[in-house]
Every structure is written in structure tokens, then in C-alpha cells.
């Protein structure tokens, strides 16, 4: 696939799809990612971007660029951006059932606002960063390859942080936890199922 339909495909994905994203280049990141956030957005879904390896400030102003009214999003509640350190590693520990306990807070409350679904994605780096890949293993199984919620998510991996493991079988195992495989390289895009 080449990275047209690779954004096609996010554009397309239904409740309790689980994708896992490899991604090189920080505009692929955000073509991919603001893509799949915008058509959830323009179908009245709600939608969460948990910045793990930018800041809030930075992933707002790219998306602006991108055509997302950021502004009247947050105003509406329509979209979060957070900080990973709100989301993810808060306190300097990471809980599953407490990132899980945020996330279906989350989509209740969109839900309850009238929108129609709810689209999320995270960057991993700060896992990585922080020392905690066997947390981040236990929450990519507990999510596991078909969410519990029906909320739509793609978990994004810059190949050049997880390359640094050198592990294989790290890419394996987080390869495994999701119902999708998506990785953009230098050049082109690939996209696959499993």
C-alpha cells in the first residue's frame, strides 16, 4: 500500500479496531494520525490524541496546519489533546486499570455528549523514555488485538525509539497486540493484517 491508502484505511476503521503505527518520519506521523483523527471528527465521533513525544502545544499546531479546527474541537469537547504525563505515566507510575479507568471515563462522556464514537491514539515514546516496556507490554495485551470498548485507537511507534531495544521479539509482541500492522518507511508505506 502506499501511504494514500494507508490514509484511506485509518479513515475507514470501525469501533474496536486496535492498530499498531511504525512510523520514521514526524509528517508521517502526522498525516496518518491527524487523517484518521479528522474523519472520526467530520463523522460527529470524538476524538483523543495523547502526546507522548511532542508537546500538546506542538501536536495542537500541527493539526492546525493539517485543517483541523483545533479550537472549536476542544471548545465542543469533540477532541483532547493530552499530556502523556496526564494519560499515561501520572506520578511517575503507570497503572493499566487506571489509564483503562481514564479512557472509558472518556468515551462515557462522549458518548453522553451526543457524539457518535470515539477515535483515540497515543504516542509510546514515553514509555521508552521512562524505562517501562514491560508496562507498556501489559497494557498493549490488555487492550489486546480487539478493544473492549467499542472506541477505535491506533498506539503510534517512532521505529527509531523501538529500534533501540534491539529486541525483535519486542516488535513481535507488540506486533501481536493489535489487530492491524501499519508501517510507513522513508519511501513508502505498508500496511497489513494479521
Given at each position: 500500500m502506499?501511504?494514500?491508502?494507508i490514509?484511506?484505511?485509518?479513515?475507514?476503521?470501525?469501533?474496536?479496531?486496535?492498530?499498531?503505527?511504525?512510523?520514521?518520519?514526524?509528517?508521517?506521523?502526522h498525516?496518518?494520525?491527524?487523517a484518521?483523527?479528522?474523519?472520526g471528527?467530520?463523522?460527529?465521533?470524538?476524538?483523543?490524541?495523547v502526546?507522548?513525544?511532542?508537546?500538546?502545544?506542538?501536536?495542537?499546531?500541527?493539526?492546525?496546519?493539517?485543517?483541523?479546527?483545533?479550537?472549536?474541537?476542544?471548545?465542543?469537547?469533540?477532541?483532547?489533546?493530552?499530556?502523556?504525563?496526564?494519560w499515561?505515566?501520572?506520578?511517575g507510575?503507570?497503572?493499566?486499570?487506571?489509564?483503562?479507568?481514564?479512557?472509558?471515563?472518556?468515551?462515557?462522556?462522549?458518548?453522553t455528549?451526543?457524539?457518535?464514537?470515539?477515535?483515540?491514539?497515543g504516542?509510546?515514546?514515553?514509555?521508552?523514555?521512562?524505562?517501562?516496556v514491560?508496562?507498556?507490554?501489559?497494557?498493549?495485551?490488555?487492550?489486546?488485538?480487539?478493544?473492549?470498548l467499542?472506541?477505535t485507537?491506533?498506539c503510534?511507534?517512532?521505529s527509531?525509539?523501538?529500534?533501540?531495544?534491539?529486541?525483535?521479539?519486542?516488535?513481535?509482541?507488540?506486533?501481536k497486540?493489535?489487530?492491524?500492522?501499519i508501517?510507513?518507511?522513508?519511501?513508502?508505506?505498508?500496511?497489513?493484517?494479521?
Amino acid at each position: 500500500m502506499d501511504k494514500r491508502e494507508i490514509v484511506e484505511f485509518v479513515e475507514q476503521m470501525k469501533p474496536t479496531d486496535h492498530v499498531i503505527f511504525f512510523y520514521s518520519k514526524p509528517e508521517d506521523k502526522h498525516r496518518i494520525l491527524f487523517a484518521y483523527l479528522k474523519a472520526g471528527l467530520d463523522r460527529g465521533e470524538a476524538a483523543a490524541y495523547v502526546a507522548g513525544q511532542e508537546s500538546p502545544d506542538a501536536i495542537r499546531q500541527a493539526m492546525k496546519r493539517f485543517g483541523i479546527d483545533v479550537d472549536a474541537a476542544e471548545r465542543s469537547g469533540a477532541l483532547h489533546v493530552i499530556h502523556y504525563k496526564d494519560w499515561y505515566i501520572i506520578d511517575g507510575k503507570f497503572r493499566v486499570s487506571k489509564t483503562m479507568k481514564l479512557w472509558k471515563k472518556l468515551y462515557d462522556e462522549s458518548i453522553t455528549k451526543g457524539f457518535k464514537g470515539f477515535r483515540v491514539t497515543g504516542e509510546m515514546a514515553c514509555f521508552f523514555e521512562k524505562r517501562m516496556v514491560k508496562e507498556l507490554l501489559e497494557y498493549e495485551r490488555s487492550l489486546h488485538r480487539v478493544l473492549e470498548l467499542p472506541m477505535t485507537a491506533i498506539c503510534a511507534y517512532d521505529s527509531d525509539v523501538v529500534a533501540n531495544e534491539k529486541s525483535g521479539e519486542l516488535y513481535l509482541d507488540l506486533i501481536k497486540a493489535h489487530s492491524n500492522v501499519i508501517i510507513t518507511g522513508p519511501e513508502s508505506g505498508i500496511a497489513a493484517t494479521h
